[in-house]
């Protein structure tokens, strides 16, 4: 058979591992497989994967395309048989791992799809079955919150494995004890957090002080910064700048995927171009900005 893959968001930064999947299970079957191209044609199966709801639909898929990933829907899932088989890293020319140690989350995020896809926080697999490179980027939206995943990082540890945890970490749940388990841990190349809230300030700050006092060494803390009001971001940036963790700010979409405001547009580009961050405040910022967009609309 001649299998086709559609990737809705190729080039983006990650590979997309549904689809890697379902490459490495056609081959194992024999089938030929390669990406989707309109102009070709005369495929037998044809899938397409979206993670985000806002990204366009491709005019040019045949009308039979298998399509599956959030961006389509939550009702569409791999089978166990495929969902279980090792990627295959070649679609991508992966030099690193990745797969999920567990799925779901006991967080109920009002703008967040995975209690709803995944449900609760379960095991979901072994890192050998998906690991096969010094370098690890895992998926999990929580996997501190299940003892799974707790067991597989002494694992990696075990391994000498380099992790990249890139959904980020819940610091409500980095103790003493989590924590002195993490510093044993080899990053790649930086320990995630989220400080999506005013109330996650306390907690960052804890999780952040214990993770140095237990030696963690990352080539740097990086914190997720979810952009909803622009005033409580601000404070969230700020007290992120003083305790020395680099913010990265993300436009609050709702599961709509509504489009972001300009103004939240605009901070995400302060925060996350890092000479403009480093050398302006978001007040002078901000105002410049306005009379950028005052004289677009002067021209119009």
């Not at 298998?66 to 899932?77: A, F």
């Not at 901000?286 to 004289?295: A, E, H, L, P, W």
Request: aromatic share 12%; glycine share 6%.
């Amino acid at each position: 058979m001649r299998i086709a893959l559609h990737d809705s968001e190729y080039g983006m930064k990650y590979p997309n591992v549904a689809l890697m999947k379902l490459s490495a299970w056609h081959k194992s079957l024999g089938d030929s497989v390669e990406w989707f191209n309109p102009v070709l044609g005369n495929f037998d199966k044809v899938y397409s994967s979206k993670v985000f709801t806002w990204t366009p639909e491709d005019p040019y898929l045949p009308s039979d395309t298998i399509k599956g990933g959030t961006g389509y829907g939550l009702s569409t899932v791999l089978p166990e048989v495929i969902e279980h088989i090792c990627p295959d890293y070649s679609l991508y020319d992966c030099q690193q791992s990745y797969g999920f140690l567990t799925r779901g989350c006991p967080n109920k995020c009002s703008w967040c799809f995975v209690p709803d896809k995944e449900g609760e926080i379960k095991p979901h697999a072994d890192v050998d079955e998906f690991c096969r490179h010094k370098d690890v980027v895992l998926m999990d939206n929580n996997v501190l919150a299940h003892q799974h995943g707790i067991e597989q990082i002494e694992k990696m540890i075990k391994l000498g494995l380099h992790v990249d945890f890139n959904q980020g970490l819940d610091a409500r749940l980095i103790d003493n004890g989590i924590a002195k388990l993490l510093g044993r841990l080899k990053w790649k190349p930086q320990i995630r957090l989220a400080c999506d809230s005013m109330a996650m300030i306390k907690h960052v700050r804890n999780a952040v002080e214990l993770l140095r006092w237990h030696n963690a060494t990352p080539s740097a803390y990086f914190c997720y910064v979810l952009v909803k009001d622009i005033e409580d971001a601000v404070e969230r940036v700020k007290f992120l700048k003083g305790i020395y963790v680099y913010p990265f700010a993300q436009a609050y979409r709702d599961k709509e995927g509504n489009e972001p405001t300009q103004e939240q547009h605009d901070f995400c580009r302060w925060v996350n171009h890092k000479a403009i961050y480093k050398t302006t405040t978001w007040e002078d910022y901000d105002k410049q900005s306005k009379k950028v967009d005052n004289r677009q609309l002067s021209l119009v």
